[in-house]
């Protein structure tokens, strides 16, 4: 089974601009989250969405949004950015059964530099 | 108050000799789930091992095994043979499955380097 994938894996946007992220989770796994991870702050929950609604979501401002699609993969629009939301921005799929076994695989993540 | 915590920042261990890496954790739930996950310099995050709040035995996944002690909150991650490419960062996690929530909460990563 392909993993999950993320694209684009490098990104470099002035402030003020907004960006889309992407993600496909790994065949039938319905759930999708995602993560800000930043040296000063560590890994942080963003968002879960399954089966297109947005299940749970973290405590980031309304500038973080997602959205999901029929076929499970994600997006996630982070608008008028600013030099702080440079991260590494992870996604993880699971089959979103509910169990408290049901693991999160990770994509490899989107590098997002804000200058 | 954090939730997990992971008291060793960075550690070193000899190759082919076994580490332990620690991680205590915080919850009132009675059902929760632990995790371990690697984080290479790459940047993607590599699930290790699962424990779950009521499961009676230690997790094992090959050289990875989980030391669970519920009373004490904590749920330590063994390594046995270490091996040069055990070298990253290493992240705790919690689920807590009281409000059905999918957030994983992390801590804050302990850095491994096995030296040859």
Redesign the interface.
Known sequence: KAGVTQTPRYLIKTRGQQVTLSCSPISGHRSVSWYQQTPGQGLQFLFEYFSETQRNKGNFPGRFSGRQFSNSRSEMNVSTLELGDSALYLCASSSGSGGTWDTQYFGPGTRLTVL | AQKITQTQPGMFVQEKEAVTLDCTYDTSDQ???L?W?KQPS??????LI?Q??YDEQNATEGRYSLNFQKARKSANLVISASQLGDSAMY?C?M?E?GD??????????TRLLVRP
Request: glycine share 18%; aromatic share 32%; hydrophobic share 30%.
């Open positions: 059902s929760y789930g995790f996950y790459s940047g993607e995050m590599i699930f699962y779950g709040s992240f996690a689920r499955y059905s929530s999918y957030k994983l909460i992390f801590g804050s990563g």
